[in-house]
């Protein structure tokens, strides 16, 4: 074949859809991008045999040095305790892993606290133009980048049997009371337990009496999470109710080949 049929057949052999990275950043392949944050995490969290996880949400502007460096230095021990606890368990799985936003503040101080007891954690994190990078202790294999907030959001629901609020701005006040909501309103129908940490922060930035007072929320509400002040506290109220929803007389788990995330099921 001469140069000139060999440069013809080239011309004539387009770049195959999913390689062509032009498509793919384009407004025809959002869809396409959406569906890769679903099964790219779906597939990893199979690899690395993740059943479930303890979800730590957070300011990302919190340091440990800082002026309220003391729930950085809680976030850590916490998860510290949770992982010690979690990979102690008589389980072909992993279950009950730590996961964050990925970024830093909280978030890093909960992988750090997990890195520290030697066990996997999960770093959700999403590009941000500010505040928002991977920090350097979550389990490589476990570290995840997100576009899209809702999917990023979806990973955080779907796997969580356990949430820990920490103090923090918008993004944690968000994050707070959307699954609050799904909880409130059964569209996470499985057992949760929910943490709120650090009673004087949060009655100074959220009105739950006054909420209750002008009847927008049910007395009843407030139930769906506990106070905690203290590592041990929180630690306590996370194995116990972990213990009882899912491990006393709880099934063994399948697989994980065989588990695919059942949308209508879980409601998330």
């Known amino acids: 074949m001469n140069e000139r049929n060999e440069l013809d057949l080239h011309a004539h052999h387009p770049a195959l859809a ?25 597939s990893q969290f199979r690899k690395e045999r993740i ?12 340091r440990e040095d800082g002026p309220l460096g003391r729930y950085y230095r ?21 279950r009950f892993v730590v996961c964050s936003g990925g970024g ?14 030697g066990g996997k954690n999960i770093g959700l994190n999403i590009g941000l133009p500010f505040e928002q990078r991977p920090n350097p202790y979550i389990t490589p294999e476990l570290n ?26 918008f993004g944690t006040i968000d994050e707070l009371f959307e699954i609050l909501t799904l909880v409130q309103t059964h569209k996470v129908e499985k057992k949760m337990v929910f943490v709120l940490y650090g009673p004087s922060f949060w009655n100074e930035i959220v009105n739950f009496d006054a ?6 929320i049910s007395p009843e509400d407030v139930n769906l999470f506990q106070w905690a002040d203290d590592p041990q506290t ?13 491990l006393e007389q709880a099934p063994i788990p399948r697989e994980p080949e065989e588990e695919t ?8």
């Open 234 to 246: 929180a630690f306590r109220i996370l194995s116990e109710g972990l213990t009882r929803y899912y």
């Open 104 to 117: 830093p503040g909280i978030m890093e101080a909960s992988n750090r606290g997990a890195s520290d007891a």
């Open 211 to 216: 909420l209750i007072r002008h009847e927008v």
């Open 51 to 62: 059943h479930d996880t303890i979800v730590f949400f957070g300011s990302a502007r919190i």
């Open 261 to 268: 995330p059942a949308i209508s099921k879980s409601r998330v």
């Open 144 to 169: 995840f980048e997100f576009r899209y907030f809702f999917m990023r959001k979806f990973w955080f629901a779907y796997l969580a049997k356990a949430l820990v609020v920490f103090p923090g701005g």
């Open 18 to 42: 999913y390689r062509n990275l032009g498509f793919l950043e384009s407004r025809d392949g959002r869809a396409l991008r959406i569906l890769s944050e679903f099964l790219h995490p779906l």
């Open 74 to 94: 809680d976030a850590r021990e916490l998860a510290r305790l949770l992982t010690q606890w979690s990979d102690g368990l008589a389980n072909p799985k992993n």
